[in-house]
């Protein structure tokens, strides 16, 4: 059974700060994973999705990489600002059913 | 451009009551989606259908049911209200399934069962 995990569950860093998000899944029999960010109150929005036979995916200022093989995602985000503040989100899509498995999501808060 | 829409909000249930949550898109896709998000875990696919006058259990099915008459409306139903539903519950949709397939959610609705 896939399972997902994203590790930290919360971080805070400063504002201009390059990070990174991390995601990790134990079958690595995926269709594609995507990125989602969820802001309070509000519905999830779709960032970047990357397929299974990609390395990775940018827009702006984002990057999201793929490693199939280790049964990891990386979330990039470069020069940090307070409206990126937000819960980031991955879901891997299995070869099989096509069912979105989603990690619990790291919470992030950029200070100004 | 109302995208997904849910009604209602928030709501609040003593146990074994009954409600239905509509999810509405004007995005005319096929497929849609009911997901409940707990504190501490991803999210948790209820129900799908991929068509009008389809559906198909998703992960944690029981104690809900659904339908989907028209292709734009995805109705969630809850017979008999638990504590364990308490939850904060996602509708979303999408076009057919295919390698750039995303799925467009709505705000979400909180529910506190009592």
């Known amino acids: 059974k896939q399972e997902v995990t994203q590790i930290p569950a919360a971080l805070s860093v400063p504002e201009g700060e390059n990070l990174v998000l991390n995601c990790s899944f134990t079958?690595?029999?995926?269709?594609?994973l995507q990125w989602f960010r969820q802001d309070p109150g509000k519905g999830l929005t779709s960032l970047l999705l990357?397929?299974?036979s990609q390395r990775e995916q940018t827009s702006g200022r984002l990057n999201a990489s793929l490693d199939k093989s280790s049964g990891r995602s990386t979330l990039y985000i470069a020069a940090s600002q307070p409206g990126d503040s937000a819960t980031y989100l991955c879901?891997?899509?299995?070869?099989?059913?096509?069912?979105?498995?989603w990690g619990a999501g790291t919470k992030l808060i950029i200070k100004p | 451009n109302a995208g997904v829409t849910q009604t209602p909000k928030f709501r609040v249930l003593k146990t074994g009551q009954s409600m239905t949550l509509l999810c509405a898109q004007d995005?005319?896709?096929?497929?849609m989606y009911w997901y409940r998000q707990d504190p501490g875990m991803g999210l948790r696919l209820i129900h799908y259908?991929?068509?009008?006058?389809?559906?198909a259990k998703g992960e944690v099915p029981d104690g809900y049911n659904v339908s989907r008459l028209k292709k734009q409306n995805f109705l969630l139903g809850l017979e008999s209200a638990a504590p364990s539903q308490t939850s904060v519950y996602f509708c979303?949709?999408?076009?057919?399934?295919?390698?750039?397939?995303?799925?467009?959610f709505g705000p979400g609705t909180r529910l506190l069962v009592l």
């Open positions: 995005m005319n896709h096929e497929y």
């Open positions: 259908s991929v068509g009008e006058g389809t559906t």
């Open positions: 079958d690595s029999a995926i269709y594609n």
């Open positions: 879901a891997v899509r299995g070869d099989s059913n096509y069912q979105l498995i």
């Open positions: 979303a949709s999408s076009n057919v399934a295919g390698t750039k397939e995303t799925q467009y």
């Open positions: 990357i397929q299974s």
